[in-house]
């Protein structure tokens, strides 16, 4: 609930209670890396992580899994398999991630955020994960994003309430173009026949150079909070 949350301090003092170097948050939308946050990880494997690896994440599914859902790579591969994988071999082995836990955050078909702690050392997981610390921390983070969605769900009911007295829609974009939610006002207007739409989940438009000016104000908007008018 803090304004700014410590984050940084939040992380490291978990990381140590994870028996992990390092960790981050990460979140992927439509198989892009939209947000990563890393502490105490090498900047060098997050450049490779974002720019490559991501496409071969050996913890990646592509069914949804539950909030609080803890994964393993011990456990996405046998030694066979690790011998020769690719991802574990040229990116987990060469910046000394012998393995890494992560906690799911959240999950959707299009979308998937997860906390993520890497460890030098490989160890069986399934009695320390069960352990009183850890599930106090997971029931922490999962009582957090209860609280979020909470809050969130009630900033849009009020907001459409007064629009709609005004004839006005709403429409919530992701900073990468991502519908995340229209009001009954907002989807006529973003129909086939019109120019700016919904289309495969993301705000679109059939010009190219008018879809590039909506994506440019809403990163400028995302970024500096500024409104802007097309």
């Given at each position: 609930?803090?304004?700014?949350?410590?984050?940084?301090?939040?992380?490291?003092?978990?990381?140590?209670?994870?028996?992990?170097?390092?960790?981050?948050?990460?979140?992927?939308?439509?198989?892009?890396?939209?947000?990563?946050?890393?502490?105490d990880?090498?900047?060098a494997a997050?450049?490779?992580?974002?720019?490559?690896?991501?496409?071969?994440d050996?913890?990646?599914?592509?069914?949804?899994?539950?909030?609080?859902?803890?994964?393993?790579?011990?456990?996405a591969?046998?030694?066979?398999?690790?011998?020769?994988?690719?991802?574990?071999?040229d990116?987990?082995?060469?910046?000394?991630m012998?393995?890494?836990?992560?906690?799911?955050?959240?999950?959707?078909?299009?979308?998937?955020?997860?906390?993520?702690?890497?460890?030098?050392?490989?160890?069986?997981?399934?009695?320390?994960?069960?352990?009183?610390?850890?599930?106090?921390?997971k029931?922490a983070?999962?009582?957090?994003?209860?609280?979020?969605?909470?809050?969130?769900?009630?900033?849009?009911?009020?907001?459409?309430e007064?629009?709609?007295?005004?004839?006005?829609?709403?429409?919530?974009?992701?900073?990468?173009?991502?519908?995340?939610?229209?009001?009954?006002?907002?989807?006529?207007?973003?129909?086939?026949h019109?120019?700016?739409r919904?289309?495969?989940?993301?705000?679109?438009?059939?010009?190219?150079?008018?879809?590039?000016?909506?994506?440019?104000?809403l990163?400028?908007?995302?970024?500096?909070?500024?409104?802007?008018?097309?």
């Amino acid at each position: 609930p803090d304004p700014i949350p410590p984050w940084g301090e939040i992380m490291r003092s978990t990381c140590t209670l994870m028996r992990s170097f390092g960790g981050g948050f990460l979140a992927l939308e439509h198989g892009k890396v939209v947000e990563i946050q890393e502490f105490d990880l090498d900047p060098a494997a997050v450049h490779e992580y974002t720019s490559h690896y991501h496409t071969q994440d050996i913890l990646m599914s592509a069914s949804p899994r539950p909030s609080g859902t803890w994964l393993d790579t011990q456990k996405a591969l046998t030694n066979a398999q690790r011998s020769c994988n690719a991802y574990y071999q040229d990116f987990m082995l060469k910046h000394s991630m012998g393995q890494y836990l992560s906690l799911v955050v959240e999950e959707t078909p299009s979308y998937g955020a997860a906390i993520n702690f890497q460890r030098e050392k490989a160890e069986d997981s399934d009695d320390f994960l069960r352990s009183p610390a850890i599930v106090a921390f997971k029931n922490a983070i999962l009582h957090a994003l209860g609280e979020r969605r909470k809050r969130l769900s009630e900033w849009v009911v009020t907001a459409e309430e007064v629009l709609v007295r005004f004839d006005e829609a709403l429409c919530l974009v992701h900073a990468a173009g991502s519908i995340v939610h229209a009001s009954p006002l907002a989807a006529p207007m973003l129909e086939e026949h019109s120019g700016l739409r919904i289309r495969g989940g993301q705000f679109w438009h059939p010009v190219r150079e008018v879809r590039q000016l909506v994506d440019d104000a809403l990163a400028r908007m995302a970024a500096g909070g500024q409104s802007a008018r097309l």
